[in-house]
């Protein structure tokens, strides 16, 4: 077998990428997506040779129009292949900081109808069921400064 041809038969996930915002006030920004029943943090789908970091960053600025930094990698979330998704999903969150309230933002009306910021349990509530376990991920990440990994639930 060629090299080519070994690298042609691994197997092949999607990859994701998404910032989580917080206001002043220490509430989660999450974003309503047109084509969903469940909120999620601004983030999508990383492109062909785009580090993870790079599509976190892109999609906050497609999506609410903020130029941000990735900060820390806060969760790595994976996703075994289910139902309509043949294929399973690795998804990274990293620290978007804190972004002063609504007003500034610019919502990607092709794709969102709404943002709000939620206390963690509420945006926790407001999740897939599958991904909701990143919100109280990612809230201690960023209070013990360790990236927090969830296997496949």
Known sequence: MSQAEWFASLPTFYATAALLFTDPGDRVLLVKPNYRDHWNLPGGI?????????????????E??????????LVVDWL???????????SYIFDGGVVP?????????????DARFWTWEEAEAQMWARTAA?????????DTGRTVYLPAR
Do not use: F, K, S
């Open 46 to 62: 990383m492109e062909a040779d785009e580090a993870p970091h790079e599509c976190a960053v892109r999609e906050a600025a497609e």
């Open 64 to 73: 609410i129009g903020v130029t941000a930094t990735a900060g820390e990698l």
């Open 80 to 90: 075994a292949a289910e139902g309509d998704r043949p294929r399973a999903t690795i």
């Open 101 to 113: 309230g609504l007003d500034g933002l610019r919502l990607q009306a092709e794709e969102l109808d």
């Open 134 to 142: 990143r919100i109280p991920a990612a809230r201690t990440a960023r």
